[in-house]
């Protein structure tokens, strides 16, 4: 059977429902469990993808309760060069990143040993070492956990999409609607929330499996300590005579690749574009004076704002479950 619609098909009917069938059988390796400050990484082996989606499927089951359901309709906003971000109605696109979906599939026809082939691969946030989303945010939603995962705190996002601006793979993606912003600046806001891959961080953080990863039935994925998935992607990249990228991109990822062919092949392989990241090369952004000053003046800022905005977020939650 050809990788393709046919495969893709079989696989969510078949192999891929007995897997999430069987998850809760799956948890963290033992050498994650109970290690809250490990820095965690991901190690995703292109050769093993078959495009079978069952990772996005899984995503979108696991974090449904978290997408946004925005109010409308929506405020003017000024400037009105501050537009409209609205993937309410188009929830079922899973062809790229939206806030409704976190992680897609990527194509790549390529040549590998003198014959075309396609390459597929799951996308999503990298979960930088040193994020400038979280660096960066003047609100201090965006923040790196001890464990490497980088989230988006959705009470306090207002929305601004600094995250976006600054993510070498504009990964977050904005709902318009939902958020803090309706309830202090409805029209000078930043016009709604930020929405990205969090690693499932809470299932992580019991000791389970993110859950794209604990239903993919080739394995594809698989998370540990940073430094031991590291040196699994060196290891195959040298059996296999193979490439790596994540390990110094952005100074460092917690998101690493490995690939049977060059990642610039690849690159100019994929469709590229808004919620379809690349795969070029990229240099430490937070290395750059100019980042790391803005990051210091942020700082301390931002924890105040952080701080400001929880309690503005749960005073308005008391309010609305008093009615």
């Given at each position: 059977m050809e990788k393709g619609i046919s495969r893709r098909s079989f696989l969510k009917s078949g192999l891929a429902a007995a897997g999430a069938a069987a998850a809760s059988t799956v948890a963290l390796p033992e050498s994650v469990k109970g290690a809250k400050e490990t820095e965690l990484a991901t190690l995703i082996d292109i050769r093993k993808c078959i495009g079978c989606e069952a990772c996005v499927e899984a995503c979108r089951d696991v974090n449904a309760g978290k997408y946004p359901v925005p109010s409308k309709p929506y405020p003017k906003m000024y400037p009105s060069s501050v537009k409209v971000s609205d993937w309410s109605g188009k929830k079922d696109?899973?062809?790229?990143?939206?806030?409704?979906?976190?992680?897609?599939?990527?194509?790549?026809?390529v040549v590998l040993k003198g014959k075309k082939e396609e390459l597929t691969f799951p996308r999503r946030c990298m979960h930088c070492q040193n994020p400038p989303c979280a660096d960066l945010c003047p609100w201090g939603a965006a923040r790196k956990l001890d464990n490497g995962i980088s989230v988006i705190h959705p009470d306090i996002c207002l929305g601004g999409s600094k995250c976006k601006d600054v993510c070498p793979w504009k990964i977050p993606q904005r709902q318009t609607g939902v958020g803090l912003y309706l309830k202090i600046l409805p029209s000078l806001g930043g016009n709604g929330v930020m929405y990205k891959c969090d690693r499932c961080y809470e299932r992580v953080a019991k000791g389970e499996l993110p859950a794209c990863i604990e239903v993919c039935p080739e394995k594809v994925q698989k998370i540990g300590p940073r430094e031991e998935i590291l040196k699994e992607a060196k290891e195959i990249a040298r059996e296999i005579g193979g490439y790596i990228y994540g390990a110094d991109e952005n100074g460092g990822t917690n998101t690493i690749y490995v690939s049977p062919v060059p990642f610039e092949e690849l690159n100019k392989a994929i469709e590229k574009g808004d919620g379809k990241p690349h795969f070029k090369k990229v240099a430490d952004s937070m290395a750059h004076v100019d980042n790391l000053a803005k990051a210091m003046v942020i700082a301390p800022f931002a924890g105040l704002a952080a701080a400001a905005l929880k309690m503005v977020s749960f005073a308005s939650k008391e309010k609305e479950g008093g009615k």
């Open positions: 696109v899973t062809d790229r990143l939206t806030p409704y979906n976190w992680v897609f599939i990527q194509h790549a026809q």
